[in-house]
Structures are given as structure tokens and as C-alpha cells.
């Protein structure tokens, strides 16, 4: 039974069957397309979802300008304060000279104490100009161009 023609017979049937049962180019063509059509749909799925999230989240811009927005309200407010401390350093210093703070040892010292808090009070108190952009600069004519002018 053991014979090599056995083995030879049996392995020969082996062979037809898988042969038979392997399939046709067609069908096996037809089998990768559904997979890939299959796998295509599932990404096409993930891509419309990630989509969907995105156009829901804020723009990392928006985020940015958010952030500048509210610096900048800060920073007008701090400045607002500023002035408002100008204006009552500047009444306590004439308060001051008007109780005498400035008679005494060494006036002098005393009144240029007074008139760099008043300095200091004063540039506090400057305007804020906002929303105002810069003026361009005149162009500098050159020497040729201002003869041709007259």
C-alpha cells in the first residue's frame, strides 16, 4: 500500500482537486474588487466623519484671535487705570506742595522730587489713540526732483 505509485496517485488527484477548486481568473478579479470597494466605503466613512469633526472645532485661528482680543481689552483697561492714577498722583502732589511738603531741609532735593512724580504723572495721563493707523511717511525727494518742482 505503501507503494510509490501510491503516493504518486494520490498527490496527482491532490493537484486536480485544488486546481479544480481554485477560481477562475473572473471571479477572482471580481473577489479583489468587492474588498477593495469594501475598503474604500470604510475609509470614505472615517474621511466624512473626520470632516464633520473639523468643520465643527474652531479654527485654530479664531482661537488666536480670541486670545488677542481679550489681551488687548486687558491692556486698554491697565492703560484706562493708568490715567486715572496720573490724575490722582498729580492731586496729591499739589496737595502736598500746598500743605508744605517742599519747606524745609534741603527744598530743592523736595521740589525735584515733586517734578518727577508730576512728569511721571503727566505721561500717565496721555491720551490712547486707538483704531488710528499710522500716517506713511513722506517719500524724501531727492535734490534733482525739487529743482524740477520749481
Same mark, same amino acid.
Given at each position: ?18 486546481? $479544480?477548486?481554485? &477560481?477562475? &481568473? ?11 470597494? #469594501? ?12 470632516? #464633520? #469633526?473639523? =468643520? ?11 486670545? /488677542? +482680543? ?10 484706562? #487705570? ?6 490722582? /498722583?498729580? =492731586? ?8 508744605? $511738603?517742599?519747606? %524745609?531741609?534741603? &527744598?530743592?532735593?523736595?521740589?525735584? /522730587?515733586?517734578? %518727577? /512724580? ?7 495721563? +496721555? ?7 499710522? +500716517? &506713511?511717511?513722506?517719500?524724501? +525727494? ?9
Amino acid at each position: 500500500m505503501n507503494s510509490p505509485v501510491t503516493v504518486l496517485a494520490v498527490a496527482a488527484l491532490i493537484a486536480c482537486g485544488i486546481s $479544480f477548486a481554485r &477560481p477562475t &481568473p473572473a471571479a477572482q478579479q471580481e473577489l479583489e474588487l468587492d474588498e477593495r470597494v #469594501a475598503n474604500l466605503e470604510k475609509e470614505l466613512v472615517a474621511l466624512r466623519s473626520e470632516v #464633520a #469633526a473639523l =468643520r465643527k472645532a474652531p479654527a485654530p485661528a479664531e482661537a488666536a484671535n480670541a486670545t /488677542l +482680543q481679550a489681551d488687548l481689552e486687558e491692556v486698554v483697561r491697565w492703560i484706562r #487705570a493708568q490715567t486715572l492714577a496720573g490724575d490722582a /498722583l498729580e =492731586r496729591a502732589l499739589e496737595d502736598s506742595r500746598a500743605k508744605g $511738603f517742599t519747606a %524745609g531741609i534741603n &527744598p530743592e532735593s523736595r521740589n525735584v /522730587l515733586l517734578g %518727577g /512724580l508730576g512728569a511721571v504723572a503727566s505721561a500717565a495721563k +496721555q491720551p490712547l489713540k486707538l483704531g488710528v493707523a499710522p +500716517q &506713511p511717511k513722506p517719500a524724501q +525727494q531727492t535734490p534733482k526732483e525739487r529743482a524740477a518742482q520749481r
